[in-house]
DNA sequence: TCCCGCATAATTGTATACAATTATACGAGA
DNA sequence: TCTCGTATAATTGTATACAATTATGCGGGA
């Protein structure tokens, strides 16, 4: 997990190398590759228009991320999240959210409470309309709101990453309708939490926010394509 | 992170990048390159005898360990940990070392279990000779005993990533006799717990054992040289 | 048929060449 | 003297060439 700056991580979008990176990324989260499937450095440098080399730094950097795994002188592999990853995940957000609940409580910027009671508004507005995109939307956006405003890097950095880790499962649980109200009605406590001052509250609220969505995940079976753990 | 591991983390030794970036990275955390100092390829590259390709990628590992940061077509730049970072590593760790402590008493197997005890036995004989380069790294080894045995592969990356960033640190804190002896009884204390199955009690005090451990940074002024937060 | 061994191909590891970008030095003009 | 602009050097980014390693296929022998 790399830490902080900012700054590089939209810099790097204009090299090749970030580019390859971020593309093989996505392929992953997005299941074009499949778990175990080997990438070749030509082939991806081939379909990308570049050669081995940015390829090879984006590798070194995709490995330390923990999606495809490097074996000297043979290949890279990806590898797979399995049931349990996804678990883990879970509970690892659950304390890391509350925490980051607790420190928003305290360091949050007027402009992002503001944009946070506007998520809620307009989530629950598109709720009532049954605009499933839109909710999901948001409510990614909500959980960056209070990353960004914990006022910690390394924590918002942190969360950012699990949080698009477990990505291909979120986008399957908020395209429900139930759950994804459920959630609207979570962050707006959270949200009142935070603007009350209550960061005791705040962090209970975001810890149980995590451990319904997880618990909603394994009810529904969300998990049934991942890797046994 | 599958079964392949352990043979890259030896075969990457005899790779010309994989002794780069343990040197690179030794350097580093002993202090022979100063923070913001720029790391040029070639330099370095001719140093070890080697081309910059090696170099590079190197480079690229230490970037997403945290260790320096690239700036586009610029440098790569040793990189600073600011106070306040070390505080929210601190506290990020008191939790995740809480859940750790957790689930290793759920998880942990035979061997880890003996290693542990062998662990603190020895500590408690180095500390009575006062061999502090000796209790430092069984300290460190302590912990990943520990990370290993929670049986999350998750978790074990995260935290062996936010051990790895404080290490600075860490060397400063653990010359002190008077904390190293503490931190050995606190050690004790959380293997007895995990040993007798008491799970809650462990991540208490796994939990505990981190506050400590930053409370006593605070109040010795070890991070005096770091970066303003 | 099965298994071994060797030649060949495919793939990764490293070095080098060249392109693009950034830093530096120096002189002209005010 | 100071500032600006340009030429030059230094450094990183990428492509390519070659070396080392690993995978593959095929023939011979039991």
Request: aromatic letters at 8%.
């Amino acid at each position: 997990m790399g830490h902080y700056d900012v700054k590089r991580e939209v810099t790097d979008k204009y090299s090749l190398r970030g580019r390859v990176f971020h593309k093989i990324r996505e392929d992953i989260l997005n299941g074009r590759y499949k778990v175990r499937e080997e990438l070749r450095e030509v082939t991806i440098g081939e379909e990308m228009g570049v050669s081995r080399t940015p390829v090879r730094e984006a590798f070194r950097q995709l490995e330390l991320e923990g999606l495809i795994q490097i074996v000297p002188n043979k290949g890279a592999y990806v590898t797979g999240i399995t049931v349990k990853d996804v678990g883990d995940i879970y509970m690892i957000r659950s304390l890391l959210e509350g925490l980051c609940a607790r420190w928003a409580t305290e360091h949050i910027s007027r402009e992002q409470m503001e944009e946070m009671e506007e998520n809620i508004f307009l989530s629950e507005f598109h709720a009532s309309k049954g605009h499933t995109e839109q909710m999901a939307e948001l409510d990614n956006r909500f959980h960056e709101i209070m990353y960004e405003g914990c006022n910690s890097k390394i924590l918002e950095h942190a969360l950012k990453d699990y949080h698009q880790y477990v990505l291909r499962v979120r986008r399957k649980t908020l395209s429900t309708q139930t759950r994804s109200s459920a959630s609207n009605a979570e962050h707006r406590k959270i949200m009142e939490a935070i603007k009350a001052g209550d960061g005791d509250l705040a962090e209970q609220l975001a810890n149980r926010h995590m451990l319904n969505a997880y618990e909603n995940i394994v009810e529904n079976g969300y998990m049934e394509h991942y890797e046994e753990g």
